[in-house]
């Protein structure tokens, strides 16, 4: 168990809804990263957060915003969904902000757009 | 901006052989790190390779990071079954606040 918890485990939604996935990381660490892993697909990197201020954006869909509160916990929200958004969303946690410190993994959500 | 290639893609060997795994990146990095992904869950961090020469062992793996020729290496002794599972490399770069994946290497070791 890493520490970094992520709900729901498991989103099934449908085409142009709207779903949003919490990310709570470890005790300590203020940088939250959001991950898509598509099937069989590496990891792409969409947004970090470093004590609720954005520092990096990635290949993130305009569709898609991020925002982290000031308990550190942070949320993803994607919009207008799309079969292809079907996917694993990692968030990871770490204890600096400068993209260089040990990350710790979350569970995931498995999201699935039908 | 820095682009991480990993290889093989896919490896499938016997229980009992060594192999390795490659990770090349295009430009300087500042810290290297392997992970290990089981099917649908989770990353596990494996070791963290913070400068040139370094060396980490953990059971049968173990990686180097030789960061001149911009390689890093996560080396296979005796492959037992349990290793079977998709390895990922990734490197960050101070001060671009994120980390950019290889595309993982699908290890299968065959009993």
């Known amino acids: 168990d890493s520490g970094v918890t992520q709900t729901p485990k498991h989103l099934i939604t449908a085409t142009g809804q709207r779903v949003t996935l919490r990310c709570s990381p470890r005790?300590?660490?203020?940088?939250v990263y959001w991950y898509q892993q598509s099937l069989d697909q590496g990891l792409q990197f969409l947004i970090h957060?470093?004590?609720?201020?954005?520092?990096a954006k990635g290949n993130i869909l305009e569709r898609f915003s991020a925002q982290q509160f000031p308990d550190l916990h942070s949320e993803l929200n994607l919009s207008s969904l799309e079969l292809g958004d079907s996917a694993l969303y990692f968030c990871?946690?770490?204890?600096?902000?400068?993209?260089?410190?040990?990350?710790?993994f979350g569970p995931g959500t498995r999201l699935t757009v039908l | 901006e820095l682009k991480v290639e990993q290889n093989p893609l896919f490896l499938s060997m016997q229980e009992g052989k060594n192999y390795t795994i490659y990770c090349n990146y295009s430009?300087?990095?500042?810290?290297l790190y392997w992970y290990r992904q089981d099917p649908g869950k989770s990353l596990e961090s494996l070791f963290v390779?913070?400068?040139?020469?370094a060396v980490k062992q953990e059971g049968r793996l173990m990686a180097s990071l030789d960061t001149k020729a911009r390689l890093s290496t996560l080396h296979i002794t005796a492959a037992v079954h349990d290793l079977s599972a998709t390895y990922f490399c990734?490197?960050?770069?101070?001060?671009?606040?994120?980390?950019?994946f290889g595309t993982g290497t699908r290890l299968k070791v065959l009993a």
């Open positions: 990871a946690s770490s204890v600096n902000g400068l993209g260089t410190g040990e990350q710790f």
């Open positions: 005790s300590g660490d203020l940088s």
């Open positions: 957060y470093y004590n609720g201020e954005e520092r």
């Open positions: 430009t300087t990095s500042d810290r």
């Open positions: 390779l913070l400068s040139n020469g």
């Open positions: 990734a490197g960050g770069i101070s001060g671009t606040y994120k980390y950019i």
